[in-house]
Structures are given as C-alpha cells and as structure tokens.
C-alpha cells in the first residue's frame, strides 16, 4: 500500500482549504498547521513527512491550484493564495453527494454541495479513501458519473 500517496492526498486538500477559507486574501501556509509538529532528524533537518507536505505544496503551485511569493525555509509558503483553477475547482458543485438535498435550503445545499465542503467532511471524519476519491476528482477536473460512490 502506498501510504505517501494518502498522505499526499490529505495534504492537498488540507493546504487547499485553508486556502478556500482565507481566499481571496493572501496568507502564509504553514506545514506545521496541516500535519501537527513533527521533530526534526539529527542534523536539524525536517521529517520526511514534513517535507513530503512541503512538497506536496509545492506540486500544487507547480500544478497551478496556488500561487505564492516565496518559501519560508522549509516551514510555509508565504503569501499563498488560491488560483482560478483552484477556486473554481473546489467551489463547483458536486450534487449526487447529498443526501436529502431538496429538503435544504438553496444556499445551504449551494454550500454543501461544493466540493471544499465535502473535502473538508471527509477530512474531519478522517475516511482516507473517501479523501482519495475527492482528492483525485478535484485533480481530474471533472464531475465523477452520477453511479460514483463519493
């Protein structure tokens, strides 16, 4: 089992929230806020997991789901931000998710239908392969069928 890749998946999608729920103001994104603290090795470097979330990071700047103004050593990314594609991507609706929905109102099944909202259930109650599965259909950049389980 490839355990990174979970790893990887959380750690995108607990950058990109913290994104989301900052957006569209500029903010530091601090590793340390997404994976709790981690010590470093014997020479003073970070954890591999540290740098695995750095990385991860990274990849969605590289990726174009963020934009920032530079790293702070290996703790954040200052002045990061949330791009169109990743805004537009973790706003979009995902309406075969809810349960109920007709008995909610609007704005309210707006909300939680969005795929941030579902990320961040998912999260929460810590269901790596419902993580996996939102994470990779945020990365694909389309709607899953209506027969996916998400």
Same mark, same amino acid.
């Given at each position: 089992?490839? =355990?990174? +890749?979970? @790893?990887?998946?959380?750690?995108?999608?607990?950058?990109?929230?913290?994104?989301?729920?900052?957006?569209?103001?500029?903010?530091?994104?601090? /590793?340390? @806020?997404?994976?709790?603290?981690?010590? $470093?090795?014997?020479?003073?470097?970070? !954890?591999?997991?540290?740098? &695995?979330?750095?990385?991860?990071?990274?990849?969605?700047?590289?990726?174009?789901?963020?934009?920032?103004?530079?790293? +702070?050593?290996? @703790?954040?990314?200052?002045?990061? %931000?949330? !791009?169109?594609?990743?805004?537009?991507?973790? &706003?979009?609706? +995902?309406?075969?998710?809810?349960?109920?929905?007709?008995?909610? $109102?609007?704005? /309210?099944?707006? %909300?939680?239908?969005?795929?941030?909202?579902?990320?961040?259930?998912?999260?929460? !109650?810590?269901?790596?392969?419902?993580?996996?599965? =939102?994470?990779?259909? =945020?990365?694909?950049?389309?709607?899953?069928?209506?027969? @996916?389980? /998400?």
């Amino acid at each position: 089992m490839d =355990l990174q +890749i979970d @790893d990887f998946y959380k750690d995108c999608a607990a950058g990109l929230l913290q994104l989301y729920q900052a957006f569209p103001r500029k903010t530091a994104l601090y /590793v340390e @806020d997404l994976i709790g603290r981690e010590e $470093p090795d014997e020479f003073g470097l970070p !954890s591999k997991r540290h740098q &695995s979330c750095l990385g991860a990071l990274l990849w969605l700047a590289d990726e174009g789901y963020l934009r920032y103004e530079s790293t +702070i050593h290996y @703790d954040a990314l200052d002045q990061s %931000v949330l !791009s169109e594609k990743g805004f537009l991507r973790l &706003s979009r609706a +995902i309406p075969h998710t809810l349960r109920d929905a007709e008995a909610l $109102p609007p704005s /309210v099944r707006r %909300v939680q239908a969005t795929l941030a909202h579902q990320l961040r259930e998912a999260l929460a !109650s810590r269901h790596s392969e419902r993580i996996a599965r =939102l994470a990779r259909l =945020l990365f694909d950049g389309t709607l899953a069928s209506p027969s @996916d389980i /998400v």
